[in-house]
Structure formats: structure tokens, C-alpha cells
């Protein structure tokens, strides 16, 4: 038990900071280009992100708003602790919980972040899917607080794809990538729950 603690530690510390700098040689090497929306860099917002593609949205945000005022919500299992340590070498903060587990404590503390002025960032089909599915909880967000969304994607000419449930991608070097930030879509509070779901799942697929 120990030693699978010590492991795990090490892994968590260690993992991060390495994906961080082989993201950077390959955001280096490949051709970006940014599809970015007017004046987000002076509004607070809600980034959405689909799971499988939010390992190179940092480079985007950033390019909006270079002095990072982002926390990203991470579940509280291993790998949300893994997304949260390499969110942090790009000087954003985390929010630990999902739908799955400590997702009301993770709400409340957007909600108080968002109306505090911090950007919040969301992967509306994470921890665990089903892949680009909306979970109710960025749905919450706008609603509660008439910040709006922000679909958020990035999109590979030629990419690594792992075998997991998000079919998560890397770019392979020298390839081209697109970065997408859309205009804000407000969703009215007495929008219906399923119906505000639909719709954001539509802006969200539109790439």
C-alpha cells in the first residue's frame, strides 16, 4: 500500500511537468492557427471543451488572455489529479469534483470563481463520458450565473489517438492544428434543462 502511494505521488508530481514541456515542442513544431472570437480577453466566461482534444487548449486560451485567470474543473480520481497538476504549469488553477463525485462542492466553487471574475473551464462530456455528451453541470453554470459559454476546440490535421473512452488526441510534429473560441452563447435561466443541452451539444459539433 505504501509503495503504491509513493508511486502514485511520484507519478503525479513527475507525469505533469513532462506531458507540459512535450506539449510545448508540439505546439513548437506545428503549424497553429486560431480562430479566436473579438473582446473575450475582456469578458469572464465559460471555456467548453470535449474531453479528447483539451491537452493543446491552453495554448489558445493563452493567446487570448496571457495572464492566465482560469480554473478548470478535474475530477477527484487519479487522472483528474494528473489534468489538474498540468493545467497548473500553464498557471491555471483547479477545482476538484465531477457528476460522478463532489460535484456540488466543485459547483458552488465555480459559481463564487465566476462571479469573482475568473474564467472557468469545463469538459462537458468529462470524467467518464459517454464521449461528446453535455452533462448538466456547465448547463448550471451559465444558468446560475448569466456567464456565458464559450465553445471551445481544437482540431488535428494529423494526431496521436489513444485507446481510451474521449479517444484523446495528441498532434503528431509538423502537423497543423486549429484552434476554435466562439462567441459567448447565453443560456436563458428558464431555459429548459435537456433543451439548453441540445443546443450547446450543437455549438459544440458545429467544427
Known amino acids: 500500500m505504501l509503495l503504491k502511494r509513493l508511486r502514485n505521488g511520484f507519478v503525479l508530481r513527475a507525469l505533469p511537468v513532462l506531458l507540459y514541456w512535450v506539449l510545448r515542442i508540439l505546439f513548437k513544431t506545428c503549424k497553429n492557427r486560431f480562430f479566436l472570437a473579438e473582446g473575450l480577453q475582456k469578458q469572464t466566461f465559460i471555456a467548453s471543451c470535449w474531453h479528447g482534444e483539451m491537452a493543446m487548449l491552453p495554448f489558445a486560451y493563452l493567446r487570448i488572455k496571457p495572464k492566465a485567470n482560469l480554473s478548470v474543473i478535474a475530477s477527484q480520481h487519479f487522472d483528474g489529479g494528473l489534468a489538474a497538476k498540468l493545467f497548473e504549469c500553464f498557471g491555471f488553477q483547479a477545482i476538484r469534483g465531477s457528476s460522478k463525485k463532489g460535484g456540488v462542492g466543485a459547483l458552488i466553487e465555480a459559481i463564487k470563481r465566476l462571479k469573482g471574475g475568473e474564467d472557468i473551464g469545463i469538459t462537458p462530456d468529462g470524467p467518464k463520458g459517454p464521449r461528446h455528451s453535455v452533462a448538466d453541470g456547465v448547463v448550471a453554470l451559465a444558468q446560475k450565473t448569466g456567464v456565458g459559454v464559450v465553445v471551445c476546440r481544437v482540431v488535428f490535421s494529423n494526431a496521436f489517438t489513444l485507446n481510451t473512452w474521449d ?7 509538423f502537423s497543423k492544428i486549429n484552434y476554435y473560441m466562439f462567441s459567448p452563447l447565453f443560456i436563458p435561466k428558464n431555459m429548459d434543462l435537456q433543451e439548453a ?7 459544440m459539433e458545429a467544427v
Open 167 to 173: 479517444r484523446f488526441k495528441l498532434p503528431k510534429p
Open 197 to 203: 443541452k441540445a443546443l450547446l451539444k450543437q455549438r
